[in-house]
């Protein structure tokens, strides 16, 4: 059929613009999933802050109250096993809802762990098409197929590190006497100190690149 | 002859309490802006107490490679957040004192320069709705080395604050809230109140 001839140039950027399909659909979809995982953690990790605190302050003010009951009242009175028994009971409690929270982070984890794998198969596909150079011309702005992958295992390794930290936590906060080191983990929870603050700056450099974000 | 220069200089002072009140509001928002942020600055100031009394490596977080000094980075970017938010709100404060001054000396200029008229029972003579010249002149001083000298406190306790000096950081939220002179704050409302009649009137 005739119609107006060459007015419609296909352009890169009109490439870009229709419908990503196959790896560059795959590859912008991960960094979606990125970007919602890391808002998963972060909200697992406020509320985890939140119970961690109440451990500390119960463990802390047990072993006061049971200090001072020792000075005051040398005979314990009756009441005193079943007020001790009432807060080990709420101590348990807290310590099982952050075992919840952690092993949603673990689930958090092991998505992050299903994310590089994919990314590593967009990555063998890519070398087996094109070669092991990999496609000559990227599949959205500037970034090899191999920088989306250096980035996921990048990002996997930052939480692994702390979800570890944060395990090791857990284990130990409702066991610990030392007021100093309660403090301690509870600076570790808050302020995880194995992701770097570039991790946020390396996720929006992934939106900006695979077009979720507005250049 | 003396009525055109108190009618002026009673003007100037109606300008400078309707300043004094927008700044009033101003300085107290502010100061109130600040009290989260000492909150932050004792909590943090704790955790920099509770790392520097913990041996990590008698833990179980010895096995975590570098944890002090990822956890030291992280303490030194929260506090330094904090430190910068207090710094925009000495900013502010600033223009609240500069503001003052610089209404008050406008006023006092604008005084000296009418002496000749402004004779002794013109200034401090008043009225039932409206404070001598006097009066509401010394009101506008006071209130201007009050707003001075509080600025100047407050900045000079946080400039001496370093992230690095644990137990500076830990006095100061308690001198900070030292700081706080009810009964000037009071001072100030009063002469709003004492004033508001006159600042009606035309």
Request: glycine share 4%; hydrophobic share 40%; charged share 25%.
């Given at each position: ?5 060459g007015d ?10 229709s419908?990503?399909?196959g ?5 912008k979809?991960n960094?979606?999933d990125?970007?919602?995982?890391l808002l998963?953690?972060?909200r ?8 961690a605190?109440?451990i ?8 006061q109250?049971d200090?001072q009951q ?9 009441s005193?096993p079943?007020?001790l ?11 099982c ?6 092993d949603?982070?673990v689930v958090v ?8 794998a994919?990314?590593?198969g967009?990555?063998?596909?890519e070398?087996?098409q094109f070669g ?5 011309v990227?599949?959205?702005h500037?970034?090899t ?5 250096d ?7 930052v ?9 090791t ?9 030392s007021?100093?080191?309660?403090m301690?983990?509870?600076?570790c ?6 992701i ?10 992934l ?9 | 002859?003396?009525?055109p220069?108190?009618l002026s ?10 300043s ?11 100061l109130s802006?600040?009290s989260?942020?000492?909150v ?9 107490r509770?790392l520097s009394?913990?041996?990590l ?15 030291r ?7 330094d ?8 709100k ?18 006092f ?13 013109t ?9 001598s010249?006097?009066?509401?002149l010394e009101?506008l001083?006071?209130?201007?080395r009050y707003?001075?000298q ?13 992230a690095e000096d644990?137990s ?21 409302t009063?002469t ?11």
């Amino acid at each position: 059929m005739e119609g107006p001839s060459g007015d419609i140039t296909v352009t890169s950027t009109n490439r870009k613009c229709s419908a990503v399909t196959g790896s560059a659909r795959k590859i912008k979809d991960n960094a979606a999933d990125w970007h919602n995982l890391l808002l998963r953690w972060e909200r697992l990790s406020d509320k985890g802050f939140t119970i961690a605190g109440n451990i500390v302050n119960l463990r802390l003010s047990g072993s006061q109250s049971d200090q001072q009951q020792q000075v005051v009242e040398p005979q314990s009175p009756p009441s005193a096993p079943s007020r001790l028994a009432g807060e080990t009971a709420e101590l348990q409690d807290e310590c099982c809802k952050l075992k919840d929270v952690l092993d949603k982070m673990v689930v958090v984890l092991m998505k992050m762990e299903r994310l590089v794998a994919s990314q590593r198969g967009v990555l063998d596909l890519e070398e087996f098409q094109f070669g092991p150079e990999g496609r000559k011309v990227p599949l959205f702005h500037s970034w090899t197929t191999k920088q989306f992958e250096d980035l996921s295992c990048v990002l996997l390794d930052v939480f692994r590190q702390e979800l570890q930290l944060k395990q090791t936590i857990l284990q130990e906060l409702a066991h610990t006497v030392s007021s100093d080191l309660c403090m301690v983990y509870l600076s570790c929870w808050l302020h995880q100190p194995f992701i770097p603050p570039k991790t946020r700056m390396m996720l929006e450099a992934l939106l900006l690149e695979t077009g979720h974000r507005p250049l | 002859m003396s009525k055109p220069a108190l009618l002026s200089l009673q003007q100037a002072l109606r300008k400078s309490f309707q300043s004094l009140e927008n700044n009033q509001k101003v300085w107290n928002r502010v100061l109130s802006e600040c009290s989260p942020l000492m909150v932050s600055l004792g909590n943090l100031a704790e955790q920099w107490r509770a790392l520097s009394n913990v041996q990590l490596s008698n833990t179980p977080l010895r096995d975590f490679p570098d944890l002090e000094e990822r956890l030291r980075f992280k303490l030194l970017q929260a506090t330094d957040t904090v430190l910068g938010k207090l710094n925009d709100k000495i900013s502010a404060l600033q223009s609240v004192r500069d503001a003052t001054s610089n209404q008050v000396s406008a006023v006092f200029q604008l005084y000296e320069q009418n002496t000749d008229s402004l004779d002794l029972l013109t200034v401090t003579e008043r009225s039932a709705t409206a404070p001598s010249a006097a009066d509401m002149l010394e009101w506008l001083q006071d209130a201007e080395r009050y707003y001075r000298q509080q600025f100047l406190r407050r900045k000079t306790l946080l400039q001496m604050l370093r992230a690095e000096d644990l137990s500076l950081l830990e006095s100061t939220p308690m001198r900070w809230k030292s700081m706080e002179t009810p009964s000037a704050e009071d001072r100030i409302t009063d002469t709003l109140c004492k004033v508001s009649f006159f600042m009606e009137s035309q």
